[in-house]
């Protein structure tokens, strides 16, 4: 784990606005706590997200509900601007390393993507490991895609950041010969199963909020018995045909192991003829969207996402 009383190379690597962020997050959810229980982890981060939660943006309204999938209920929150019809859905999956994490954690953030685009927002609560390894939280991220081609008109674009963003490259690729595929897809800062003896997982092993020790602990939280790591729905970088994937931007932090996954991403989509395009955002972390409001780099950087799925939302590539 990262020492979080060291700053090392990462002292002038950083965007100096970045560290009272850092340090923050560090005071509510030290690197050490991976070796606590699930449930104090879950608490403890909880707890960080509601202290660090913003208010909704004017307009904003949200509405919660249940999509019945197989047996099951997958819990949905649904954002939306009173008064207005949206152009687009977007479909929302949360990050948290498929442990921790829900429709309240990142609340703010789907409330803002509302505001920001006028689309309607649909975030997906997903289940959690340990209790349901995989495939359960990818079942449930396709459920909440297919309910949505299902019951509205409007096209679809698939969002996720960190353990979200391997869930929307999944979903796009299980999916891309449904009638209703999505129209594109942003990928925040995801986990899509790369090559971890090289690139940013190497260079960055050791970064601040996210070390290559992190990435193998919640992976193998999320691994079921025997988990085949070429299974394109755990890792999707595994999968061998990435063509009639929809656009795609993809948006990484210069300073985190999974920075190498973006660009590796996009390469594949492009070698396969498709449209992607990758942007690493120099001197930041991972989990820079909570930086957001006191970051002037996390909040350019998020101003840029939400340009990314407004665009694409209007079947426009920016790129």
């Not at 307009?59 to 929150?77: E, L, M, P, T, W």
């Not at 396709?142 to 996720?160: D, I, K, M, N, Y």
């Not at 990435?242 to 999974?258: K, W």
Request: hydrophobic share 40%; charged share 20%; with cysteine.
């Amino acid at each position: 784990m990262t020492d979080k009383t060291s700053r090392g190379e990462y002292e002038t690597r950083l965007d100096p606005a970045l560290w009272a962020y850092i340090d923050s997050i560090n005071a509510w959810y030290p690197p050490e706590i991976v070796d606590q229980p699930i449930a104090k982890q879950r608490a403890v981060y909880d707890r960080m997200c509601r202290a660090l939660r913003q208010p909704y943006p004017p307009g904003v309204v949200a509405k919660d509900g249940v999509i019945a999938a197989g047996g099951r209920d997958v819990a949905v929150r649904r954002y939306r601007l009173a008064g207005t019809a949206p152009r687009a859905t977007v479909l929302y999956y949360h990050g948290g390393g498929f442990i921790l994490g829900g429709l309240d954690s990142h609340d703010d953030i789907c409330a803002e993507i509302c505001a920001g685009t006028g689309f309607a927002v649909l975030s997906v609560d997903y289940r959690l490991a340990p209790e349901h390894v995989h495939p359960a939280a990818f079942d449930d991220a396709l459920a909440a895609f297919e309910w949505a081609a299902a019951t509205s008109s409007e096209p679809l674009v698939l969002c996720g950041e960190s353990a979200g963003g391997n869930l929307a490259a999944a979903v796009a690729q299980a999916t891309r010969g449904h009638p209703r595929a999505a129209i594109g897809q942003v990928l925040i800062y995801p986990g899509l199963g790369g090559d971890e003896r090289s690139g940013s997982y190497a260079e960055h092993a050791n970064a601040p909020l996210l070390s290559v020790g992190d990435i193998a602990f919640y992976r193998d939280v999320r691994s079921a018995k025997r988990q085949s790591p070429n299974d394109p729905t755990f890792s999707p970088l595994r999968d061998k045909d990435f063509s009639g994937l929809p656009p795609t931007a993809i948006i990484t932090a210069e300073c985190d192991p999974l920075s190498s996954d973006g660009e590796t991403y996009r390469d594949r989509i492009l070698a396969a003829g498709g449209k992607a395009w990758w942007h690493e955002e120099k001197r930041l972390v991972h989990s820079f969207l909570r930086a957001r409001t006191t970051v002037p780099a996390a909040a350019h950087a998020f101003a840029s996402i939400i340009s990314a799925i407004a665009a694409l939302g209007r079947g426009e590539w920016p790129y």
